[in-house]
């Protein structure tokens, strides 16, 4: 054997040696995990126990306060901690069906905008199944005691600081959507709202990203993933069938004036001053400036699309108009009757 092939020998060895020590260590570190996390695991006769006021006061302010946008980590590490994270034992009960009722009342109108911009901006372009799930979720939401009682008022709910859904906050509603993916969002709305039930995620009432690790999420019991989102439902009885007690009020809010103002603001910019399409009567026609149509993005203009994930708090749409040199157009915060005046709201996972 030449010099050479024996130092190409050893040199393969060594990266042998390296590659096993590094798989030895990612085992221990997935293994780390889950020990650390399987007491978080919900028994089997868990379903029965029921939740104290004090614990489910204890949940709602972690998933819904100031604490709702804590994270353990982002990114692979992420991802690692999530799937250490085992899913629940027991059933995953259906969600009972839900449907609205009526031909083209005002109420059908304003839950059918609601539920289609949260399935477009969640999940716009995530598969089937996981656009489905989210309209789920938010139904889910809805028949529960620990959330508003209209579709609207789930999809827009924030305590001024916090909102449950990311594109409430983040500007994307003051850019145009992608006319396909809106439409079949729209039809996926539509479905849920006559009655149609996503079962894989029974009754769960949270998801976040896989790329991230909120703190609540081993408060919850994982039931489900589909494509890049995980989904849990409230621990104990609180998650189960005989929990979700809630009636639906209707919708007694113009979705428009749900809206919190955009992340920023500029006077000076033309762009910043919307004008009427028409008369805003129901939320099913929206303000807009004359180049936008009031949603995500407008593709034209050379936009592309950004779903923020839930760290990304406040300004993305502002970091993307300045990436792009443009300025996002936005309505009159004078329309949003519920956002805070102290700044834009932080987005919670969901």
């Not at 950004?306 to 993307?320: K, Q, V």
Request: hydrophobic share 45%; proline share 9%.
């Amino acid at each position: 054997m030449t010099t050479l092939a024996r130092k190409m020998s050893r040199r393969l060895a060594q990266l042998r040696m390296k590659a096993m020590a590094f798989a030895a260590v990612a085992l221990l570190v997935i293994v780390g995990l889950a020990i650390a996390l399987l007491p978080a695991r919900e028994p089997a006769n868990a379903v029965t126990i029921p939740i104290t006021p004090a614990r489910a006061a204890a949940l709602v302010e972690a998933t819904t306060g100031l604490q709702a946008n804590d994270l353990r980590a982002v990114g692979e590490q992420a991802k690692l901690i999530n799937a250490a994270l085992p899913f629940a034992n027991g059933p995953n009960h259906a969600a009972a069906p839900f449907a609205i009722g009526g031909n083209d009342g005002l109420d059908q109108r304003r839950a059918l905008l609601c539920l289609t911009q949260a399935v477009y901006y969640e999940a716009g372009f995530e598969p089937l199944e996981g656009r489905r799930a989210v309209a789920q979720v938010v139904l889910n939401r809805m028949r529960h005691p620990a959330f508003p009682k209209s579709v609207c008022g789930v999809v827009y709910q924030n305590n001024g600081r916090i909102c449950q859904f990311t594109f409430v906050c983040d500007g994307s509603l003051y850019r145009a959507p992608a006319i396909g993916a809106w439409r079949q969002a729209e039809q996926i709305a539509r479905a849920a709202l006559a009655g149609y039930v996503e079962t894989r995620v029974g009754e769960a009432t949270h998801y976040h990203a896989d790329y991230v690790a909120p703190r609540w999420a081993p408060m919850l019991a994982k039931v489900s993933q589909i494509g890049q989102h995980i989904f849990y439902r409230w621990p104990g009885a609180w998650g189960q069938p005989a929990a979700f007690t809630g009636r639906y009020i209707g919708e007694p809010r113009d979705p428009l004036s749900l809206r919190p103002p955009p992340p920023a603001i500029n006077p000076a910019d033309p762009l910043a001053v919307a004008t009427a399409a028409g008369p805003v009567t129901d939320g099913t026609l929206l303000k807009h400036a004359p180049n936008d149509v009031g949603g995500l993005l407008d593709p034209s203009k050379g936009w592309t699309l950004n779903i923020p994930g839930p760290d990304e708090a406040g300004g993305a749409a502002r970091s993307i108009a300045s990436q792009q040199g443009k300025q996002a157009p936005v309505a009159p915060a004078a329309t949003a009757a519920s956002a805070s005046s102290a700044g834009a709201p932080q987005v919670a996972s969901r």
